[in-house]
């Protein structure tokens, strides 16, 4: 790269990853220019430079994550698992501690003993597309944190629609505070859309 600086980067790039023999060993880094590249490349930027090992053939395990199909029973979902499994449960409370100053308050609804009939349990002032939505990301999310406390973790996440916030939150692109906060604030402008 310092000595054809004329050369388009995305030609380097693809020819570094098409027409070159796989070796053992791959990197993978996101540049914006020649300079930029040779500086992470000889720097080996903790986070920014990816190497991995090719010869290990072992599958690894890949997170999807959904967006909203039928949510129908989810609420009930969340709380059966809430009341058998305390790290899901500590994390769908640090969840509903995250949202509560913000006015939204799930805890009576996610945490509550799924076998109530407390008719209140399930009255919110949320509207429905928010409840749902929130209540979906904190399902996925909260799931995905129990199977990494148990010891599996994911080589890759992936999500869709609304299963990219959660992807992107566990990939640490932003915190969970703030995931909640985007998902509250999507929820609120899908419900001031007009129907269909």
């Known amino acids: 790269m310092r000595t054809h600086p004329e050369q388009a980067l995305a030609d380097v790039a693809y020819t570094l990853q098409v027409g070159r023999t796989a070796f053992s060993y791959r990197q993978a880094l996101v540049c914006g220019s020649h ?3 040779i500086d992470l490349l000889e720097g080996r930027a903790p986070g920014r430079v990816s190497t991995r090992h090719l010869t290990q053939r072992e599958p690894g395990v890949v997170f999807l994550f959904p967006g909203l199909q039928e949510q129908e029973g989810v609420e009930a979902l969340v709380c059966e698992l809430a009341q058998h499994e305390p790290h899901f449960r500590q994390t769908v409370q640090q969840c509903c501690a995250l949202l509560k100053p913000h006015g939204v308050h799930l805890e009576q609804i996610l945490l509550a ?7 209140s349990v399930t009255a919110t002032p949320l509207k429905q597309t928010a409840r749902t939505q ?3 990301f904190v399902l996925q999310y909260a799931l995905a944190a129990l199977w990494q406390h148990w010891g599996i973790l994911p080589q ?6 609304l299963g990219e916030y959660v992807a992107a939150c566990l990939a640490g692109v932003f915190s969970l505070h703030d995931a909640l906060w985007l998902v509250r604030q999507r929820a609120r402008l899908l419900d001031d859309l007009p129907a269909g």
């Not at 003993?113 to 008719?119: F, G, W």
């Not at 890759?156 to 629609?161: D, E, F, I, P, W």
Request: charged share 20%; hydrophobic share 30%; proline share 5%.
């Open 134 to 136: 929130l209540t979906t």
């Open 113 to 119: 003993d799924p076998n109530s009939k407390d008719a």
């Open 156 to 161: 890759a996440l992936l999500g869709s629609s």
């Open 35 to 37: 300079q930029e590249a």
